[in-house]
């Protein structure tokens, strides 16, 4: 059985006082004597008074808690995400409750709506990969609860977002592996209806086109995380004669496609030269190191929280939506020649 919680009514009926004047003797309140004050403070200490967050909240209409909905919390990047989310919000009193969608829409409704029910004042999404339909974030918006999205956001919704300059980066990358002698780059890709997996695709094509490489679709290939790289591995190993570059979408899809050839004779970077996307601490640690594009979880969370609690600090202030646009930064190791 749970024990019951004192409240300040139980304090007032055992000290003989009003209620309000317990309220007021544990806010400090000048009309209330020092010695009253310090008698109720003393009581409400002993008996681990604590108050009702609940009952706050629906008197403030405010909780100071903010929702967060990530895709998978293991990944290093979101997990850098979170680090800065969480070292702004609670610097600027504000709690989080974390949420994971495992990159399944259906558990993204319903964290959405969990979090719409612990009165969160608004919301942190980056959408999974199955998601198609908004309607439980066009929800959260029309019950007036603003949204940031970060990293994989959401066109159909006008809102704060923060995204990496995917395009920059992955131009940038496959840049890299020309000028590092490659011409037939592979590109592991995300699905094109996310953001990052159309306009990473679109940064590809890009240097290709810069240096005058015919875009071949047939080394574009939907493959985006370590279990489709195993799931694919005798079709990529069909490639590996063929090409001399790869681009993969992330790093965990980089560093499977590494082993895979690594396993079957293929020399990294002698016969193919690879780069990611991330720069996770398993890129500097895998052999051979990996290159890659470093992503900035950190100032992403952080910025993405800045722009909700601007929000919420002034709801009386039109204030247009903003899109903080980070910028990648290549990092070369031995993945490459």
Do not use: W
Not at 58 to 76: C, D, F, S, W, Y
Not at 235 to 246: K, T
Not at 258 to 269: A, H, R
């Amino acid at each position: 059985m749970k024990p019951a919680h004192i409240t300040i009514k139980d304090i007032a009926r055992i000290l003989g006082v009003s209620p309000s004047t317990v309220s007021r003797a544990l806010k400090d309140h000048p009309d209330i004597s020092e010695e009253t004050r310090n008698l109720v403070k003393s009581f409400a200490e002993k008996v681990k008074y604590r108050p009702n967050a609940l009952a706050l909240s629906l008197r403030k209409q405010k909780t100071n808690t903010l929702g967060l909905i990530i895709p998978e919390i293991v990944h290093h990047f979101f997990s850098s995400v979170i680090s800065g989310m969480e070292d702004l919000a609670y610097g600027e009193g504000y709690h989080m409750m974390i949420c994971q969608s495992n990159e399944n829409y259906y558990r993204e409704v319903i964290n959405t709506q969990a979090l719409l029910d612990h009165r969160v004042d608004g919301l942190l999404v980056s959408v999974s990969k199955t998601t198609r339909d908004y309607k439980h974030l066009h929800n959260a918006i029309e019950n007036g609860i603003p949204i940031v999205f970060f990293d994989r956001i959401c066109n159909e919704i006008d809102s704060d977002r923060v995204i990496t300059d995917d395009f920059e980066g992955a131009r940038i990358a496959t840049t890299h592996l020309i000028e590092c002698g490659a011409r037939k780059i592979l590109h592991l890709s995300a699905p094109r209806h996310l953001l990052i997996g159309l306009r990473r695709y679109e940064g590809y094509c890009q240097a290709l086109k810069n240096h005058n490489i015919d875009i071949d679709e047939k080394l574009v290939l939907k493959c985006d995380t370590r279990e489709e790289v195993m799931t694919m591995r005798q079709h990529l190993l069909s490639l590996a004669p063929e090409i001399d570059g790869i681009f993969a979408v992330n790093d965990s899809t980089a560093i499977a496609a590494m082993q895979v050839l690594q396993e079957n004779g293929y020399k990294i970077p002698d016969d193919i030269s690879v780069v990611g996307f991330g720069d996770g601490p398993i890129a500097t640690i895998t052999s051979p190191p990996l290159s890659t594009v470093e992503q900035k979880g950190y100032e992403i969370g952080r910025e993405a929280v800045r722009l909700l609690i601007q929000r919420l600090e002034n709801p009386t202030v039109q204030l247009g939506f903003q899109t903080k646009i980070v910028t990648p930064t290549l990092k070369k190791r031995q993945s490459t020649r």
